[in-house]
């Protein structure tokens, strides 16, 4: 794709959608941005709130709409729309409600824009992208949910600072259910090129004290973010931003993103969870099959049977 041309749509302009469409804005991603809402006001809001920053940023457009058809020609549409988790609710607490809002949004989408690629972000977004991909009409590798990106940014920030090493040399992934049923794959981390195992631990802490603290700390942070501030959207918006880069660039970039496993998984086919994949402008353009022990390949298991629980106790 040509990103001198490019076109981004968001859905819903609540704290998230909005913080999209900012993140969007101050690092220039695209040419033109439209913020959609059901409630027009609500969406002229933000929309207008951002594009007074525009004359001192680089130049864009950002149009609000209620409108489904401004979205039509859209490179990507990111779905932010749904009842917000409340303290005290897991994100799979509140799919019943978020289920019927992504079936209908789908269909709208595929009437207005049955080429774009659409990124899922409304939570529980593993089994939202289940929903997403049944329900769509388009390819399968044009939809796909933000998976554990997020919570894999978020280990690999801390892990470093414990570690005095930079975030990019540490290359880990936390995968399956975004929720408290993902895990991290110890087993293939490595720190610039050295496995975790081997790598020097500081004093006072042993690798294992390490590994259970930060899958803890990563498993804990959205809850212990939103118990403080109601909600969460700048990680998240930032989290959308490079995975817009990724399609409009065609960089080929890896994100543990949310795809129906590949059968090498073992955990059948029809599940969707986290799952490291190479990004470009086709969207999912490989998924890629990551090492695990067999403790490892238990814990993906019992992710994928909680969420293949939750997605059938829907009224599909």
Not at 255 to 271: C, H, I, K, L, T
Not at 301 to 315: G, M, P, R
Request: hydrophobic share 40%; net charge negative; aromatic share 6%.
């Amino acid at each position: 794709m040509n990103s001198k041309i490019s076109k981004v749509g968001i859905i819903g302009a609540g704290n998230v959608g909005a913080d999209v469409a900012n993140a969007l804005v101050l690092l220039g991603k695209c040419v033109t941005v439209v913020l959609f809402d059901r409630t027009l006001s609500k969406a002229e809001g933000q929309a207008w709130d951002i594009e007074d920053t525009i004359p001192l940023l680089k130049d864009m457009e950002i149009i609000p709409s209620n409108q489904y058809e401004d979205l039509a020609d859209s490179d990507i549409i990111v779905v932010t729309v749904g009842v917000q988790q409340k303290e005290g609710q897991s994100r799979l607490d509140i799919l019943s409600d978020n289920a019927e809002i992504m079936r209908s949004t789908i269909k709208e989408l595929d009437r207005v824009a049955p080429n774009s690629i659409i990124l899922i972000v409304s939570n529980p977004v593993d089994v939202l992208t289940r929903i997403a991909i049944a329900t769509s009409t388009r390819a399968e590798n044009l939809i796909f949910g933000s998976g554990t990106v997020l919570d894999t940014a978020r280990l690999r920030y801390q892990l470093g600072k414990r570690l005095n090493v930079s975030k990019q040399d540490v290359h880990v992934y936390v995968i399956g259910e975004h929720g408290d049923s993902e895990f991290v794959v110890w087993s293939s981390a490595f720190i610039g090129g050295i496995l975790l195992a081997e790598f020097p631990i500081p004093q006072g802490a042993t690798l294992e004290q390490i590994q259970q603290e930060y899958a803890e700390l990563t498993r804990k942070r959205g809850y212990n973010i939103s118990e403080r501030k109601g909600n969460t959207s700048y990680g998240i918006s930032i989290v959308v931003c490079q995975l817009v880069d990724a399609i409009l660039r065609d960089e080929k970039q890896i994100f543990p993103v949310s795809v129906r496993a590949d059968s090498n998984y073992g955990v059948g086919s029809e599940v969707v969870l986290g799952l490291p994949c190479i990004i470009s402008s086709q969207g999912i353009e490989r998924q890629l099959v990551l090492p695990r022990n067999p403790h490892e390949q238990r814990l993906l298991e019992e992710s994928a049977t909680k969420l293949n629980e939750a997605y059938n106790s829907l009224d599909n």
